[in-house]
Each structure stands twice: as structure tokens, then as C-alpha cells.
């Protein structure tokens, strides 16, 4: 059974800093991309950032030059390193693995996500 368990949200203020961890079981990790979206109340889901097998990234542009996106793969987690936070950036998060379907990356079929709140 794939288990993708979202941590390290919280509330911060705009300016600050937050590193988000996601630990995958129930498929081979180092086979796989991974990715993470969000979601804002009212908002659709967004691909926030993605990280490739061949080890080459991608990024929304809104986030581009503020977050990092890594991957452990002997702890099989990905990690997303959120700086310059903005209020814009508020939206429960998602990480994703790259064989799952990306139409319900935001609604928690996997993980329940992690909250992230910047207040201004």
C-alpha cells in the first residue's frame, strides 16, 4: 500500500522559513520522481515543484528562486525547502510520486498533506 506521510508545516510569518518532509513506503523510491502540489481554499490543485529521475527539477514560476526541492533516497523522503515565504504561499501541501495519478494529488488519497500558513 503506498503511504506518502507529509510533515513540517506551520504558521510563519512573510519573510520566514519552512522545510517540508515527505517519507514514501510501499513502492520502490529510487525508482521514482517526485513532486509537490498545493492547494489555497477556493484554489485548484497546483504542481509546485517537481523533481525528475535524472535528477533535474522543475518549479512553479510564482516559487521559482524561493523553494528547493531535494530527495533523500536511503530515507526514502523528499524534502521541500520553503524561504521568502508569502501569503500567497498559504495552501495545505502534497507530495506526490511520479506513477500516481497527479488528478488527485490534492485530495489526500495517499497523505493527509501539511498545513502551511503565512500571515503578513
Known amino acids: 500500500e503506498v503511504q506518502l506521510v507529509e510533515s513540517g508545516g506551520g504558521s510563519v510569518q512573510a519573510g520566514g522559513s519552512l522545510r517540508l518532509s515527505c517519507t514514501a513506503s510501499g513502492f520502490t523510491f529510487d525508482d521514482q520522481g517526485m513532486a509537490w502540489y498545493r492547494q489555497a481554499p477556493g484554489n485548484e490543485c497546483e504542481l509546485v515543484s517537481s523533481?525528475?529521475?535524472?535528477?533535474?527539477?522543475s518549479y512553479l514560476d510564482s516559487v521559482r528562486g524561493r523553494f528547493t526541492i531535494s530527495q533523500d533516497i536511503p530515507k526514502n523522503t523528499v524534502y521541500l525547502q520553503m524561504n521568502s515565504l508569502r501569503p500567497e504561499d498559504t495552501a495545505v501541501y502534497h507530495c506526490m510520486a511520479g506513477f500516481l495519478p497527479s488528478q488527485y494529488a490534492c485530495q489526500g488519497n495517499w497523505g493527509q498533506g501539511t498545513q502551511v500558513t503565512v500571515s503578513s
Open positions: 523533481n525528475y529521475r535524472d535528477g533535474s527539477t
